[in-house]
């Protein structure tokens, strides 16, 4: 099953109108689509608006590949779950995000393994094709959780005293009295 | 507590909940319900307001001073976005907590605007990006891949 996903927040009509058309033309593969607030209503694949978390990770679980914006949700679940994914990154000037930033990030992105970028969507069918072919799931799940190194100074950190005094009784009880 | 918006910025905070081990944790989403793998643990729901629909701040001011005020939190921390910067400077002026904020590893280039201002509110102020470090400050202490 591929799984093509938009994220959370924003619609994404482009790559959902680019992945309805390339489902056109490949009757044989299983596909569902997350498409959020998209005006556009697919035709030939089947679609939700939003997956609770649960019904995400397992559609994730259960895909050969993730089509997808290039927002971290979507990628760090990916990994996590060591499955494939192509990336169209959303264009701030299209009124696809609030700025350029998935260009950047799929700039970084793109050297990772299981890993493709399509720079338009016109590169999507190719993309696809090549992940399909080369299986790069094979590049493995990444583990759960962050490297110990950053998780002991952040706990380390919280774990200190308040850097304020907290005023007897918090200013809520304060003005109320 | 984390007070991180769902999405991309909650699944880094997944990856950051075992810093909190053994901590009394309580969490602040924008979500309806707690992400199930968290089990059992007090959960805050919070309007999710963006630059798009700003007049939906108030509400949001309103639950998150609410949840503030009852836990009294020791730490607040957030991956991000809006709400998770208005909860560090509320939980900063109204229970005195320390506050931390972690911005978003997609911001390879630039942090965000809400991570900018988080300059303001935040005792650890913290990018996943080595070169967008500075002196003063945001610091990079690691990233979550």
Known sequence: MIFVTIGSMFPFDR?????????????????????????????????????DREAYVRTVRGARLLVA???????????????????????????????????????????RPGIRVADAEGDLPACIAAALAGED?????????????????????????????????GLSRRRRG | MVATSDGGHWVQMR????????????????EP??????????????????????????VLVWQLARAIRRERPDAVVTTGAGPGLIALALARHLAGS?????????????????????????????VQW???ARPEGPHYWGAVL
């Open chain 2, 33 to 58: 319900r707690a992400d199930p793998d968290l089990g059992p643990v007090r959960y805050y729901p919070v309007r999710n307001v963006s630059r798009a629909n700003a007049h939906a701040l108030p």
């Open chain 2, 130 to 132: 080595e070169h967008l």
């Open chain 1, 15 to 51: 790559l959902i109108r680019a992945m309805d058309a390339w489902a056109a033309t490949s009757p044989g593969e299983e596909m569902l689509a997350q498409i959020g607030a998209g005006g556009f209503e697919p035709a030939h694949m089947p679609w939700v608006r939003k997956l």
């Open chain 2, 98 to 126: 320390r506050t931390v904020w972690i911005d978003s590893i997609a911001n390879t280039e630039r942090m965000s605007l809400s991570g900018r201002m988080a300059g303001w509110v935040a005792d650890a102020w913290l």
């Open chain 1, 137 to 169: 799931a094979a590049a493995g799940a990444i583990g759960a959780h962050a490297p110990q190194a950053f998780l002991d100074r952040i706990r380390a950190f919280v774990a200190g005293p308040r850097p304020r005094s907290d005023p007897p009784g």
């Open chain 1, 69 to 111: 914006h290039a927002g971290m949700g979507t990628v760090i679940t990916a990994a996590e779950y060591g499955k494939p994914v192509v990336l169209l990154p959303r264009q701030g000037a299209l009124g696809e995000h609030n700025n350029d930033h998935q260009a950047d990030t799929a700039a970084w992105l793109r050297t």
């Open chain 2, 15 to 30: 990856r950051i909940l075992p810093a909190f081990a053994g901590f009394e944790l309580v969490c602040v989403g924008t």
